[in-house]
């Protein structure tokens, strides 16, 4: 047996009949303490990530006022309703890579007036600059969302990202406070997060630590908003450079300038950036290495949370997972990062916000890769047309436990093993929401075998859930069937103080008990 203490909110799942292909194990007891709060799990936990990359911005997002597909203001009707319903706490918007290539005045002004560029970061493709500062903050103030702002480091100056926050945040009579009035926008808006530099360690210029720690040091001294300042994120590792981030960190004023340091870290199938792996027709093999590589994750966080501790830098300095999700293979011809997102991947965002959970005191944000058509999306587009994917079905899903408060959950996991690698079958953490109420959810990361959980019921006679759960490990929607994988509802009676149920292979169940 696997000892699995995971932290948060999260249970349960599968119910329904256990078929002869997938026979439940022994029951699983659940223990969760009520008493021993880890800390609130904050909305950010669930942010998302808006890259000028692929399809995503453009046709995915943005189509301008005057296209066909029904709009308001140039963003797609069908995507922001569908966005809406997630509740997203925050995005992060231009980049990643992106960001370092990005001059924010060639984005705003009257669109036919605007600066087109080419992305060389992402393929030489056009770059229109149809969507630009005023585009993003409206999209993120209309969803309310926070806005997280990745100022340009590699290719622009301090004078162009101290223009660029002035023009966003200022009250007065300034040039660019009255430039901006006069792009359409009276009021300024608010950036709540910063970030200076982008993975500074590879396309952000592969600069040395102590380089980019001075760097660093320099623009967060001179950078300034109208207002309260922004959460400054420094860039740091990503899983296989972790001395990066200590060094950066060595630099006497990151306590004093810095509110918290970055780590991305992406789940590949094979491990292996030249193969990364297909989304569709997969082995087992391949259901495994995911996953086993993934809950890797927990990891990662405990290792840089030791590096931050190693240093003086105060209670407040946190950690942000700000790029983090799954990366395979595109098919040939599809547009940049653009993949297939199947119940592999509902069950690879679940484990990981399990994991978030974990850390609700010392992981304030996360930002999953990417919102639309990109990487582990929440929704693709074909045209006019627009599904919701299974991961995007998780995080709608989760929705109850922004601002929930992460419990200790203890248990013994049944063992996952296939072809040599062994993992816990179940991964479960709870919370208690704003009202009261426990929720819960737990993964299956079994890819054939049901296993049975029993956990507390706190005095209630029954609680609702909602399941997802996939026919194969590669389910997915497509545009010719958009419902193949979507959450079923159902109740769960207690008996003698527990709730028992079967979760089913593959599947990721959220539990609400009313209190």
Not at 184 to 211: F, H, K, Q, V
Not at 310 to 319: N, T
Not at 464 to 478: C, E, F, I, K
Request: glycine share 8%; hydrophobic share 40%; with cysteine.
């Amino acid at each position: 047996m696997l000892r699995n203490t995971i932290a948060a909110f999260a249970m349960s799942t599968a119910l329904a009949a256990v078929s002869a292909l997938a026979v439940a194990s022994a029951q699983t007891d659940i223990e969760i303490d009520r008493d021993a709060p880890i800390g609130t799990i904050q909305p950010e936990v669930y942010g998302q990530f808006l890259e000028h990359l692929g399809t995503q911005v453009y046709d995915g997002i943005w189509v301008g006022e005057d296209s066909d597909i029904p709009n308001t203001d140039g963003i797609r009707d069908d995507v922001y309703g569908a966005l809406d319903r997630l509740d997203i706490p925050v995005i992060r918007w231009p980049g990643g890579c992106y960001a370092d290539m990005y001059h924010w005045r060639d984005g705003i002004g009257a669109p036919e007036e605007r600066t087109p560029r080419v992305n060389m970061s992402w393929g030489g493709t056009p770059e229109p600059n149809g969507f630009g500062t005023h585009e993003f903050f409206n999209l993120a103030e209309k969803l309310g969302a926070k806005t997280y702002l990745n100022v340009n480091l590699g290719t622009g100056t301090i004078t162009e990202a101290s223009d660029w926050l002035e023009y966003i945040t200022a009250t007065g009579e300034s040039a660019l406070a009255q430039e901006r009035r006069a792009n359409g926008r009276d009021e300024p808006w608010t950036i709540d997060y910063l970030s200076i530099g982008n993975e500074t360690w590879g396309c952000g210029g592969n600069m040395r630590p102590a380089y980019y720690a001075d760097l660093y040091a320099q623009w967060a001294t001179l950078l300034k908003v109208e207002g309260e300042m922004p959460v400054r994120i420094i860039s740091g590792s990503h899983e296989g450079n972790m001395d990066y981030s200590d060094e950066i960190l060595d630099h006497p004023a990151m306590g004093d300038l810095g509110d918290g340091i970055s780590v991305h870290f992406y789940t590949l199938p094979t491990g292996d950036w030249g193969k990364k792996g297909d989304a569709l027709g997969f082995p087992e093999d391949e259901w495994m290495s995911t996953l086993s590589h993934t809950i890797k994750m927990d990891t990662i966080i405990e290792d840089k949370l030791a590096i931050i501790d190693s240093h003086d830098l105060g209670e407040d300095f946190h950690l942000y997972v700000d790029e983090w999700g799954m990366w395979v293979d595109g098919e040939e011809g599809a547009p940049a990062l653009n993949q297939q997102n199947t119940i592999r991947d509902a069950v690879v965002a679940a484990l990981n916000l399990n994991i978030f959970h974990k850390y609700a005191d010392r992981v304030p944000m996360t930002n999953i890769a990417q919102m639309v058509n990109v990487l582990q999306a929440m929704i693709l587009t074909d045209g006019p047309e627009m599904i919701l994917t299974p991961t995007y079905h998780v995080y709608e899903m989760y929705v109850p436990f922004q601002g929930a408060t992460a419990l200790p959950v203890d248990f013994d996991s049944p063992d996952y093993s296939h072809g040599g690698e062994t993992i816990p079958a179940v991964s479960l953490s709870a919370a208690i929401a704003e009202n009261g109420d426990i929720l819960i959810a737990v993964v299956n990361a079994d890819a054939s075998k049901a296993h049975e959980i029993a956990l507390p019921a706190f005095g209630a006679d029954s609680a609702s859930v909602r399941q997802l759960t996939g026919a194969s490990m590669d389910a997915h929607n497509s545009f010719d069937d958009p419902e193949a994988v979507s959450p079923v509802e159902m109740d769960v009676s207690a008996t003698r103080g527990k709730l028992r149920m079967t979760l089913e292979p593959r599947s990721v169940s959220v539990m609400r008990i009313a209190q």
